[in-house]
Antibody, heavy 119, light 107 residues
Framework: EMQLVQSGTEVKRPGESLRISCNTS????????INWVRQMPGKGLEWMGI????????RYSPAFRGQVTFSVDKSLSAAYLQWSSLKASDTAMYFC????????????WGQGTPVIVSS | EIVLTQSPATLSVSPGERATLSCRAS??????LAWFQEKPGQAPRLLIS???TRATGISTRFSGSGSGTQFTLTISSLKSDDFAVYHC??????????FGQGTKVEV
């Protein structure tokens, strides 16, 4: 069964760093791009950007460029979303989702990782 | 950036009725428009891609139509399992993909 399984809830303080994961299984990791999508409390979905596991080519939405970093570990078939210094405004649910190519839409999603940033 | 405007924000319907959801794009997106269903605590689920193609395993009660800037998701004969939030997504403008703000379908 093809799955994207995300890491669990994170509670952090402002200024702390964080890396959350999206662990994939049931398909060839290199054959799909991985996207990250944010959903702030009570709000809609926001596309953050995309990374290609084959060569780690990453594209960021302008709103998120410089704020987060995408990475992958091909040996683990996992993708990561990382912050170096969290803000309270980063409190949100974060989803990973895959696409076959940048001309396709998301065909499989992770269950989401809640991130809470509070002092 | 292409802005997607969904209407209405909330749609109140009864089981068995038809629901019609709208998604309007600020610029032409061709048929690169998808619809997703979201329920609390669950991963969003792809319903429709290419504006009108049902995803694998999706009931024929869900249908999508439109092209260019105006799109519609129709849910015929609503079941209790259909009450959820529905999002549209354009994947025409790479790499500036965007979502609508969502429509909540409630009883």
């Amino acid at each position: 069964e093809m799955q994207l399984v995300q890491s669990g809830t994170e509670v952090k303080r402002p200024g702390e760093s964080l890396r959350i994961s999206c662990n994939t299984s049931g398909y060839i990791f290199d054959e799909y791009w991985i996207n990250w999508v944010r959903q702030m409390p009570g709000k809609g979905l926001e596309w953050m950007g995309i990374i290609y596991p084959g060569d780690s080519d990453a594209r960021y939405s302008p709103a998120f460029r410089g704020q987060v970093t995408f990475s992958v570990d091909k040996s683990l078939s996992a993708a990561y979303l990382q912050w170096s210094s969290l803000k309270a405004s980063d409190t949100a649910m974060y989803f990973c989702a895959r696409v076959p190519t940048p001309r396709d839409t998301f065909d499989l999603w992770g269950q989401g990782t809640p991130v809470i940033v509070s002092s | 950036e292409i802005v997607l405007t969904q209407s209405p924000a909330t749609l109140s319907v009864s089981p068995g009725e038809r629901a019609t959801l709208s998604c309007r794009a600020s610029q032409n997106v061709g048929t690169s428009l998808a619809w997703f269903q979201e329920k609390p605590g669950q991963a969003p689920r792809l319903l429709i891609s290419g504006a009108s193609t049902r995803a694998t395993g999706i009931s024929t009660r869900f249908s999508g139509s439109g092209s260019g800037t105006q799109f519609t998701l129709t849910i015929s004969s609503l079941k209790s399992d259909d009450f959820a939030v529905y999002h549209c997504h354009q994947y025409y403008d790479w790499p500036l993909w965007t979502f609508g703000q969502g429509t909540k379908v409630e009883v």
